[in-house]
């Protein structure tokens, strides 16, 4: 089978082709384009839905041809319909149901942090793991149990990709920042003391946001340095748990911060304490990208037919807790 995957949640417009054969899936291409806000400032919905609207054609038409296949040979198209900016997830939403209804192709409405977790899954074989979601958009710990993902702890607040972009933005970056801090904080070797805030499975992080702004007008390579590690310890504390809890013996790591490497070394330690198997997501498909939507609407495809074009909505904020997983 053959599908069209469309992300257009946050800052991503992305398009991809996936082969599926059974089991198994093949990525023929992946193709997206970034909004980039200026520097010292956040996304802006309107600005990144028209950065995703000029964008949307030459995406489509470069996903294709790389793909090496037309439009006519597509089996479905799935879309990302939350959660995520309105004015952008309508984009993905128009582009995918105009396709659907002109070539009259089933159109699957997809989860976007389903989509992290299941192509997270087709490519790093995992098979029952604890998931840690962190992005832009998300901070949980998940277990799936009775056809759910059950969120074990998740950020009381803003989510670590938030806080590291909102900290890099603050001296000066531009978003998104987590890149640029991984880098800053490695020629940096001195701990400043930050607020450490875990509470139950949760974690909040605005404290430690405001308190590391304060620190880095003496040093920003201190303050990138501390603010990774304070953050990613109380992100390991909570790992660390969740594996106690229950018993799970994967970890598999997802999402845009997942492409931090002090992250994976952290805890990579505390999987090795519970003796259970590592598995970070390859970095090129950590983020947001149109694999994610591709993959997961092809699992779908196999118990459900695609969604009567009346149906195909965005909701802003789909929680992923919500989604009843029959494939
Ligand atoms: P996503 O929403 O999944 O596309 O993830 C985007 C988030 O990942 C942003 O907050 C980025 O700052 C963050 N990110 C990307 N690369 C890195 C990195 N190397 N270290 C930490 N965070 C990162
Ligand atoms: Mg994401």
New binding site residues.
């Given amino acids: 089978m053959l599908g069209l995957g469309i992300e257009s949640t946050?800052?991503?417009f992305s398009c991809a082709v996936l082969e599926k054969n059974g089991k198994k899936g093949k990525i023929l291409s992946d193709v997206r384009k970034i909004y980039r806000p200026p520097d010292g400032e956040g996304i802006h919905p309107r600005e990144a839905s028209r950065h995703h609207i000029e964008n949307s054609s030459t995406v489509l038409s470069d996903c294709l041809h790389e793909a090496g296949i037309k439009i006519q040979d597509l089996d479905l198209v799935s879309y990302a319909a939350g959660p995520g900016l309105g004015p952008c997830l309508r984009v993905g939403a128009v582009v995918a149901r105009s396709l659907a209804s002109y070539y009259k192709i089933p159109i699957y409405p997809v989860n976007h942090a389903i989509g992290?977790i299941e192509l997270g899954k087709l490519l790093t074989g995992a098979q029952n793991p604890l998931v840690l979601l962190v992005?832009?958009?998300h901070t949980m710990l998940l277990a799936f149990l009775n056809k759910q993902w059950r969120v074990f702890g998740e950020t009381l607040d803003i989510t670590l990709?938030?806080l590291?972009?909102q900290f890099?933005r603050s001296i000066g970056f531009a978003?998104?920042?987590?890149?640029n801090?991984?880098d800053l904080a490695a020629t940096s070797t001195n701990y400043v003391s930050l607020p450490y805030s875990v509470k139950g499975n949760d974690v909040s992080f605005s404290g430690l946001l405001s308190a590391t702004k304060s620190v880095s007008s003496k040093s920003k390579p201190d303050a990138c340095f501390s603010l990774q590690e304070t953050a990613f310890a109380m992100i390991s504390e909570a790992v660390e748990r969740a594996l106690s809890f229950t018993r799970k013996k994967e970890l598999m790591v997802v999402?845009?911060?997942a492409?931090?490497?002090r992250?994976s070394e952290m805890l990579q330690d505390v999987c090795k304490r519970h003796n259970a198997k590592f598995f970070v997501v390859p970095l090129k498909f950590?983020?947001?990208c149109g694999s994610q939507i591709c993959w997961t609407g092809l699992l779908e495809s196999q118990v459900k037919k695609g969604a009567p074009l009346e149906n195909t909505f965005v909701t802003q904020s789909w929680r992923l807790d919500t989604v009843k997983i029959d494939y």
Avoid at 175 to 179: A, D, I, L, T, V
């Fill in positions: 946050a800052h991503t992290h992005s832009g958009g990709g938030q590291l972009d890099g978003s998104p920042c987590g890149k801090i991984e999402g845009g911060v492409a931090n490497k992250l950590a983020g947001d």
